[in-house]
């Protein structure tokens, strides 16, 4: 698994660039990523464009991921909303022949999506993923980032609990991750949906 930073986050009105790399590097041993990048592309100002879309492409084509998860397309933020649009497009340029981009051509097998913690918003999902087991290690994840979340901890803690509860609650579970799919989820072995 590995996770990529569109941006560095900077200008944010808390942190510094230093201690933001070093929690979000924190956060990434912490889910257990085997590597964590950052493209640089400018945050506040952050556009679906071809340079973008050709920065995330070769990330594709090299890694080669089975599986993308990208932001969903409802954000207040309009960074957000750019991200979402990359992830999608970076897709199709991954698959480009006749390219100066490094790598084969590569086209991610699925693409989800998933809402911001600050979304408010009820959404139908595409499905609800299990986390209960993985739900503490999302929780001290997202607490690694402590210049950007200390001061609120309680409330996010708060906010993120009762979410998962909601989604879980809906698939018999503890706690519940939405995710959605801009194209039908494909199902390759029926019995794997059963529960254990």
Do not use: C
């Not at 996770?3 to 924190?26: F, H, S």
């Not at 991921?65 to 969903?72: C, D, E, Q, S, Y």
């Not at 006749?98 to 139908?124: C, E, I, N, Q």
Request: aromatic fraction near 10%.
């Amino acid at each position: 698994m590995g996770i990529v930073d569109l941006t560095d986050g900077e200008p944010t009105p808390y942190g510094d660039p230093q201690t933001r790399r070093k929690e979000a590097q924190q956060a990434a041993e912490i889910l257990g990523a085997a590597q964590r990048l950052t493209l640089g592309l400018p945050n506040r100002y952050l556009r679906d464009t071809v340079e973008a879309r050709r920065a995330l492409a070769e990330v594709y084509r090299t890694l080669r991921p089975m599986v993308v998860f990208g932001l969903l397309p409802q954000d207040q933020h309009p960074d957000h909303l750019a991200a979402a649009e990359i992830a999608l497009n970076a897709r199709f340029y991954a698959k480009l022949t006749k390219t100066d981009m490094p790598g084969d051509p590569y086209y991610p097998p699925l693409l989800f999506r998933y809402a911001t913690s600050h979304l408010r918003r009820v959404l139908l999902p595409s499905a609800v993923v299990d986390i209960s087991s993985a739900f503490q290690r999302k929780l001290k994840a997202v607490l690694a980032y402590q210049s950007q979340f200390g001061w609120r901890k309680e409330e996010l803690v708060d906010r993120l609990t009762t979410t998962a509860k909601f989604y879980g609650g809906k698939i018999g579970v503890a706690y519940g991750e939405p995710i959605f799919s801009p194209e039908e989820l494909p199902i390759w072995d029926p019995v794997h949906l059963l529960p254990p």
